[in-house]
């Protein structure tokens, strides 16, 4: 086998050696940590990329069934063994998780890496756990790296302490736990019905059901997707999310950016493999249209009615979380290729959200309580002399920053709320103009919920400006009285990085759309996936032979 | 034997969510690790309840599906228990440290009102 069929088993195996690592070498070798830490996620990232290049076919050599990669873990064929599955979706998604990974830990290191212990192996967990998610083929190993992620989001949450996170994080993690136990449920439930755990068999079995067994697989799907909606952020099931996402340190909420798109992965994933032999109603179906209203709508109340600007961004990743389960709900794929444009342009521009909430609080004196209290605890306060924050030591203070933060807020805000020139912009016109699309059908119902979706959308979206842009007048307009934060290139330098993606997604737009639009179709033809799935062989050992 | 084991879960799963709708601390951590055990024995009867076979093949007996349970439950319940295990062991640092920072152990943090 050449070496770039063995690369997704390397996108799980080196955060979790790394982060191995790293609970060795403890914390007092917090510089080796960074450094390494960095060096993982450069890795990850290139595994990405050069996975994403053999996906869509632009690597010479290969001989990929359909495009897919399938990884057989134990080397035992399908559907006996545990296998890994790349296809557009995984390697779009481990491109994301890699890159916003990365830019995550460069922000930290300025400060936030220091607020207590465990900080980097934490994070590398989390990224392994992530990319375990979007790789694995098999219902329960889903449920295993959910866990491996949730664990470590758990620990990073909990980063830095305080009476807040901790309170927020207990909520955080009975929600969870529950969400895990209704999993295991489903995924049992599954198994004793279907008798198999891997998805593409899943996919074919489904089909081929008794009435009787078909009830008791419909009650284990619901089962499954209530656990998937609970991580998507789905309401009502997204109460504990404003807090825990609003009250964690800055790089880490940037990070969870992400998690609730995990939930949508799932269901996307499964939906579609189930969809062809007659999928239950709950994926794909029309109910998660009517969450995602409720989501949309639960979003734009929370944000209007919201004056913390770190909670102002978690509603803004309800609104996200609701607009994708709302396009992903309508019928057919039309709106599959512009939603998964969507998600990656919202998870980028999110992330930077909440990485500027934390400059932005640094301009109101009064903030810094909660971390006045881990100085001490964890003797910040010696190591940097008496600043009240590490920006003056670590890196040079950019001049300016106040414009940097206004011009960066104020993209943010555009691609957030969808508001030309930027990649939001094309994505919701996207999402819009095949919804429009949608309402020319013959069909009542369809063109119905077309309107709906456009409208909310439409509405979401103002409401998202007017909120944002108060805020952004509020902080770097209205007042003389605030201070000039202390911002260092290490700060500046992601929040640049992670804006440029935008602007990248932006300017390539047509290649990048490209993309998501044959992801879109891949996902309709499951019969590609399944059918690399069941092709690919275990490999002969040369001492033994043919087994 | 059925009827007990599903009613066994039921009371299990019944006291654990009564438990976890509970304002104290102490009482949502023992509720849920009473759904953790109903989850636990619901995964190991989806494989069905047989008495006296074994989930491994033995070499005296002949080969024959209907002579053996069925293996692959078991190990997820194992796998289940030990990551069920762990997230209640994690979560019990957090009531404490919660304890610890706010002097309550009310789930939100919040002085008893009497």
Redesign the interface.
């Known amino acids: 086998m050449p070496l770039i069929d063995h690369l997704p088993i390397f996108s799980i195996a080196i955060p979790m050696f790394v982060g191995v690592l790293m609970v060795f070498l403890k914390d007092k070798r917090r510089k080796l940590n960074k450094s390494i830490g960095l060096l993982s996620t450069v890795a990850q990232l290139t595994i990405a990329v050069i996975l994403m290049l053999g996906v869509s076919g632009k690597l010479e050599g290969i001989e990929w069934t359909n495009n897919i990669n399938v990884y057989l873990l134990g080397n035992w064929d399908a559907p006996y063994g545990i296998l890994l599955v790349v296809d557009r979706l995984s390697a779009l998604m481990l491109a994301l998780v890699a890159g916003l990974g990365m830019m995550c830990i460069i922000y930290s290191t300025s400060l936030w890496d220091r607020a207590g212990v465990h900080y980097h192996p934490l994070f590398q967990f989390i990224m392994m756990g992530l990319n375990g998610a979007f790789l694995t083929g098999d219902l329960?190993n889903l449920f295993?790296f959910f866990?491996i992620l949730l664990?470590a989001s758990?620990g990073l949450l909990?980063h830095g302490?305080?009476?807040k996170r901790?309170?927020s994080?207990?909520?955080y993690?009975?929600v969870n736990?529950?969400g895990?136990?209704l999993m295991?449920?489903g995924?049992?439930?599954i198994?004793?019905v279907t008798g198999t755990?891997n998805l593409a068999d899943l996919g074919m079995k489904a089909g081929m059901l008794s009435e009787n067994e078909r009830i008791l697989f419909e009650a284990a799907c619901a089962f499954l997707a209530t656990a998937y909606l609970i991580k998507a952020a789905a309401w009502p099931l997204s109460f504990w999310l404003i807090n825990a996402y609003a009250s964690s340190v800055a790089p880490v909420a940037a990070m969870f950016s992400i998690m609730t798109k995990v939930g949508i992965y799932a269901l996307l994933r499964v939906g579609s493999l189930l969809l062809p032999t007659g999928a239950p109603a709950g994926f794909g179906g029309e109910w998660m249209y009517l969450i995602g209203l409720g989501t949309l709508f639960y979003g734009a109340m929370g944000l209007l009615a919201e004056k913390n600007i770190a909670r102002m961004v978690s509603y803004c990743i309800v609104i996200s979380s609701g607009t994708l389960l709302t396009a992903l709900g309508m019928p057919g794929v039309a709106l599959t290729g512009p939603s998964l444009y969507y998600m990656v342009s919202s998870v980028l521009a999110l992330s930077v959200a909440f990485l500027l909430v934390e400059i932005i609080r640094r301009t109101e004196v009064t903030q810094h309580s909660v971390l006045s209290i881990t100085q001490e605890a964890f003797g910040l306060e010696q190591e940097k002399g008496s600043s009240d924050y590490s920006g003056e030591v670590v890196g040079v203070p950019i001049p300016a920053s106040m414009a940097f933060l206004g011009l960066a807020f104020f993209t943010c805000t555009l691609i957030v709320a969808g508001l030309p020139p930027f990649s939001g912009f094309l994505a919701k016109f996207a999402l819009l103009s095949q919804a429009i699309k949608l309402t020319q059908t013959e069909i009542g119902e369809v063109s119905y919920n077309a309107w709906i979706l456009v409208g909310f959308m439409l509405v979401s979206g103002m409401i998202t400006v007017i909120v944002l842009g108060r805020t952004g007048i509020r902080v770097f307009w209205g007042s003389g009285t605030l201070n000039t934060p202390k911002l260092t290139t290490r700060e500046a330098f992601p929040i640049a990085i992670l804006l440029c993606a935008c602007l990248y997604i932006t300017i390539f737009v047509s290649d990048v759309m490209a993309y998501m639009n044959y992801t879109a179709e891949s996902l309709d033809n499951p019969a590609q996936y399944i059918g690399a799935v069941f092709e690919k062989r275990s490999v002969t050992n040369p001492l033994i032979g043919d087994h | 034997m059925e009827i007990i084991y599903a009613l066994a879960i039921g009371i299990l799963t019944s006291s654990g969510v009564w438990l976890?709708l509970r304002p104290r601390?102490f009482q949502?951590i023992i509720g849920?690790t009473l759904?953790?055990y109903a989850?636990n024995l619901?995964?190991f009867g989806?494989?069905?309840l047989f008495v006296g076979k074994p989930p491994i093949i033995d070499k005296d007996l002949p080969i024959d599906p209907a002579l053996y349970a069925d293996p692959?439950?078991q190990s997820?319940v194992l796998?289940?228990i030990v990551?069920g295990f762990?997230?209640t062991a994690?979560?019990l640092v957090?009531?404490m440290?919660?304890r610890g920072?706010?002097g309550s152990d009310h789930?939100?943090?919040e002085g008893v009102k009497e």
Do not use: K, N, W
Request: charged share 5%; net charge negative; glycine share 6%.
């Open positions: 329960f295993v866990e664990a758990y909990l302490s305080g009476a901790v309170s994080g207990f909520h993690i009975v736990m529950l895990s136990f295991l449920i995924i049992s439930m198994y004793s755990l | 976890i601390t949502v849920i759904i953790s989850v619901f995964i989806t494989g069905r692959v439950p997820l796998t289940a990551i762990a997230m994690l979560m957090v009531i440290a919660q920072l706010t789930v939100d943090g």
